[in-house]
């Protein structure tokens, strides 16, 4: 890949590509994504907290229909619809992200400063992962998952719907609805990630955060191809360019908070890796 940038490069420097009409292949989306990967993976040293410091988007979306295809392309329904009453990640990853949220849950007021925080679960199943005093500092709690069994048995929200986001990604609520919006370790698996972060924008109240959890784990046949292709530090790029494509969200950042880091090259070695992208509604 360097070699094949240095060559590009020096067409466009001395003007032959342009003397013959070929497209500049450094305007593409698709390579202008393939140089951030290159990027990270030659940076030994960064961290989560580092990718999306001063990331550079390219251009314009830059991911193919391809790149959101999956290995298993059969109906969600008939892969969800056996309840799995368990954990998909370490539980130290678990005990992880329910930290993160009673340290940040507090932090979002609702729409007044005397209104509790209201949240939404989006890909959820019988736990939300929330702190067992989360009533105590939010209002409605919402979860939206695929199996109905899984979700009559989380009792850490007040009611849920159910919903294939990658058949119809318009979430059933008015806008402006709330405050929070989670997705734990569940979005290598949408099909439609653009519309469906168009949808959380929609849906959060001016101010309103949106967090998702990414892990290390996955059901690869119902992962993305992109996914599968790439590293940890490189799916912490990819959805904050989710956030980023929208023109709906301030900037996103990431921060590590599974326990023990871990990591060689951009790939976490620990087994309770867990970080999370967020980013704010720009409204």
């Known amino acids: 890949m360097m070699v094949l940038l240095s060559r590009v490069s020096l067409l466009y420097t001395f003007g032959f590509a342009s003397s013959f009409n070929i497209p500049n292949p450094l ?19 960064i961290g989560v907290e580092d990718v999306l410091k001063s990331p550079k988007w390219p251009d314009e979306w830059p991911f193919s229909e391809a790149d959101l295809r999956r290995q298993d392309e059969s109906d969600d329904g008939i892969f969800y619809s056996m309840p799995r009453f368990c954990y998909h990640v370490d539980e130290k990853a678990v005990a992880a992200l329910t930290e993160y949220y009673a340290a940040e849950f507090p932090k979002l007021s609702g729409s007044s400063k ?4 209201s949240v939404l679960d989006l890909c959820a199943s019988h736990v939300s992962h929330f702190p067992t005093d989360v009533a105590d500092y939010t209002g409605k709690r919402v979860a939206l998952g695929m ?3 899984e979700l009559k048995e989380n009792n850490q929200v007040d009611e849920f719907v159910v ?4 058949t119809n990604p318009v979430l059933p609520f008015p806008d402006n609805s709330f405050d929070i919006v989670t997705n734990a370790v569940s979005i ?16 959060l109240k001016p101010g309103g955060t949106a967090m998702f959890a990414l892990s290390n784990r996955c059901f690869p046949t119902k992962a993305i191809g992109l996914w ?27 921060v590590e908070v599974g326990p023990n880091p871990s990591w060689v090259g951009g790939q976490s070695q620990n087994i309770a890796y867990l970080s999370v992208v967020r980013a704010t509604v720009d409204k």
Do not use: W
């Open 27 to 45: 305007t593409n989306p698709r390579f202008q994504l393939s140089t951030q990967f290159v990027a990270l993976k030659a940076k030994g040293t």
């Open 114 to 117: 005397n209104e509790k925080p």
């Open 147 to 149: 199996n109905e069994e």
């Open 163 to 166: 919903q294939d986001l990658n």
């Open 188 to 203: 290598d698996y949408l099909t439609k990630p653009l519309e469906i972060c168009k949808e959380v924008a929609r849906v």
């Open 228 to 254: 599968l292709q790439t590293n940890d530090l490189e799916h912490v790029f990819i959805v904050g360019s989710y956030f980023h494509y929208t023109g709906m969200f301030q900037p996103p950042s990431a």
